[in-house]
């Protein structure tokens, strides 16, 4: 067969033209994207830097002030930062890997086994997801009194330990990227549940469990009403309810609020970029090779 021809002249520059102007269109539309997704950061950056006169003022002032360090070191002075900030990331990491471990445990037997009532317990499970965790707060705060976990961290980590939408989620991607046939040969190989699972099945739900980390370590993190509910000590709670404490009803230094916000948000911001790293090189080491 004759090798195809591509074409020449003025129609070759042209549809040359129209690809560069195609792709600097996509660049375009995606930096501005990124741009408008980083303005809330660096206008966070602003109000903290600033006083909240300078909130107030009209126009707004769009460039950071010279108070973000005065503005920290007062956060630290009103509220215990770093013990709050400790109990924090305790929760969030425990809490992360306890579901990580048992969403995906649940996952895959939902996805590659069979047992009895399979269909019926995995509808009652997207059921609870359908409730709201408001309606939750009282009977799980009476059930945390009676174990004696009140005021401890372990009611802010051991109901947590799964939920029914990292189950549903892993399940998912378990279906689509979960060859049989590996599971099979595993099988011939004298590989019970648990061996499948730690040396076949988590390797192939590293981008999964990538984004379900995040999702997870970041709703941990953000977490406000629960915490509130059931700390009833007050030297054990956590970054957000001691951060509140900053919002004073009729005195409010909204400089100081924004600051502390500001100190709150860089963690995740780091755990976002790491997490994200790894989610998107599996998804791409994945996709070269299908």
Same mark, same amino acid.
């Given at each position: 067969m004759a090798a195809e021809q591509r074409p020449t002249g003025s129609a070759g520059l042209a549809i040359g033209s129209g690809s560069r102007l195609s792709r600097t269109c996509v660049r375009a539309v995606l930096l501005l994207g990124v741009l408008v997704s980083l303005f809330p950061f660096y206008w966070l950056v602003v =109000?903290?830097?600033?006083?909240?006169? %300078?909130?107030?003022?009209?126009?707004?002032?769009?460039?950071?002030?010279?108070? =973000?360090?005065? !503005?920290?070191?007062?956060?630290?002075?009103?509220?215990?930062?770093?013990?709050?900030?400790? !109990?924090?990331?305790?929760?969030?990491?425990?809490?992360?890997? /306890?579901?990580?471990?048992?969403?995906?445990? $649940?996952?895959? $037997? @939902?996805?590659?086994?069979?047992?009895?009532?399979?269909?019926?317990?995995?509808?009652? /499970?997207?059921?609870?997801?359908? #409730?709201? $965790?408001? =309606?939750? =707060?009282?009977?799980?705060?009476?059930?945390?009194?009676?174990? &004696?976990?009140? &005021?401890?961290?372990?009611?802010? #980590? #051991?109901?947590?330990?799964? !939920?029914?939408?990292?189950? @549903?989620?892993?399940?998912?991607?378990?279906? !689509?990227? /979960?060859?049989?046939?590996?599971? %099979?040969?595993?099988? #011939?190989? &004298?590989?019970g549940f648990f061996r499948l699972y730690w040396t076949v099945v988590l390797p192939l739900f590293r981008p999964a469990l990538a984004f379900l980390g995040i999702f997870t370590f970041i709703g941990l993190w953000n977490d406000y009403i629960w915490p509130l509910v059931v700390m009833i000590d007050p030297d054990k709670v956590t970054l957000q309810v001691a951060l509140a404490n900053l919002n004073i009803l009729y005195n409010t230094d909204y400089s100081l609020v924004m600051a502390g916000a500001l100190m709150s948000v860089i963690p995740l911001i780091v755990v976002f970029l790491i997490g994200a790293r790894h989610f998107l090189r599996d998804l791409a080491a994945g996709a070269m090779k299908m």
């Open positions: =109000l903290a830097s600033g006083t909240t006169q %300078d909130i107030y003022r009209y126009p707004p002032k769009l460039v950071p002030g010279p108070h =973000l360090l005065d !503005n920290m070191g007062r956060v630290l002075d009103t509220v215990d930062f770093f013990g709050s900030l400790f !109990n924090t990331v305790v929760v969030a990491v425990l809490g992360t890997v /306890l579901v990580l471990f048992f969403d995906s445990l $649940a996952a895959f $037997a @939902f996805a590659k086994y069979e047992f009895p009532a399979k269909k019926f317990l995995f509808g009652m /499970l997207l059921v609870t997801y359908m #409730i709201p $965790a408001q =309606l939750s =707060l009282v009977p799980q705060f009476v059930t945390m009194a009676e174990f &004696g976990w009140a &005021g401890s961290l372990k009611a802010l #980590i #051991i109901p947590g330990a799964a !939920n029914a939408f990292g189950i @549903f989620w892993m399940r998912q991607y378990a279906q !689509n990227s /979960l060859p049989d046939e590996l599971l %099979d040969a595993g099988r #011939i190989d &004298g590989a």
